[in-house]
């Protein structure tokens, strides 16, 4: 989509950065220790007028569109802006400034697919606490390749679909917000599977690749489900996709799983 960004960026009048931006969102500091699973502390800055709001939901509807289709690196930042903008504060609107400097920096992305096999591969991740209000974000990296097996490279390819959103029930633990992005990702793709079998790619047991120990052992049932009866119910729809042999579902280290880029803020360096 050549010439979309700096298009935008004209309409509303924004000037280049005086130094180069690489990140489209400031994530929050890392916390240790016992402080590393209490909530964001809530933004207490004042409120913007109702020019403001305007622009803000402007800008987001306007890259919300680039992003799906070209450039997932903006995605979590949009979707973290577009959760502030029904009550805008000055730091939504420095938050804003910064995400223009980032396109201004990054205007043209690209996405590069390479034949495959055109078998489904779906990775899923979770942040937990990650988001205001206590909640936890789900990202799902979609792509064609060919079926995983054990001990060898994963044939990776470009996205055609990312998951980027906000979980709407408050998760208890890191495995249920693990198990309710996995949920959102495993709804998504049975649309998918249907448009690719009527397309004429027939499709295996769809491969979901996890990096939570015990999100995996619950939807395979090799761990007693005690503790999980308190989790969300509608999440264990997954164990009766995987008893229909619908997805095969597989625990893979975080570094190997790229569902982990859009569930989070990254500082520059990863980006």
């Not at 799906?68 to 995605?75: M, P, S, V, Y």
């Not at 799902?140 to 001990?151: A, E, I, R, T």
């Not at 939570?212 to 503790?227: A, E, F, P």
Request: net charge positive; charged share 20%.
């Amino acid at each position: 989509m050549p010439g979309y960004v700096m298009k935008r960026l004209v309409k509303f009048g924004h000037e280049p950065p005086a130094r180069p931006q690489h990140c489209p969102y400031t994530p929050s500091p890392i916390q240790y220790g016992r402080k590393s699973q209490e909530t964001l502390p809530e933004d207490d800055s004042p409120d913007v007028g109702k020019k403001e709001l305007k622009y803000i939901q402007e800008v987001v509807g306007s890259f919300l569109y680039y992003g799906r289709a070209t450039d997932i690196t903006i995605l979590t930042a949009l979707s973290a802006i577009a959760g502030e903008q029904a009550k805008p504060t000055e730091k939504t609107l420095k938050r804003v400034k910064q995400f223009l400097d980032y396109m201004w920096t990054h205007p043209d992305a690209r996405i590069r697919f390479r034949a495959s096999d055109m078998v489904l591969n779906v990775h899923s991740d979770a942040s937990y606490l990650s988001a205001p209000k206590a909640r936890s974000r789900a990202g799902g990296y979609f792509f064609l390749g060919s079926l995983p097996k054990d001990n060898e490279p994963i044939a990776l390819n470009g996205a055609f679909y990312v998951l980027c959103t906000i979980l709407k029930l408050v998760a208890s633990s890191a495995a249920e917000a693990e198990l309710g992005a996995l949920f959102l990702n495993a709804k998504q793709a049975k649309i998918i599977v249907i448009t690719l079998e009527e397309l004429g790619h027939p499709q295996p047991p769809t491969p979901m690749h996890v990096d939570n120990s015990t999100t995996v052992g619950i939807v395979n049932s090799t761990i007693k489900r005690q503790k999980s009866r308190s989790m969300e119910m509608r999440y264990m729809w997954l164990l009766d996709q995987e008893a229909q042999s619908l997805f095969t579902f597989h625990q893979h280290p975080g570094q190997e799983n790229l569902g982990f880029y859009p569930s989070k803020h990254h500082t520059a360096d990863t980006h």
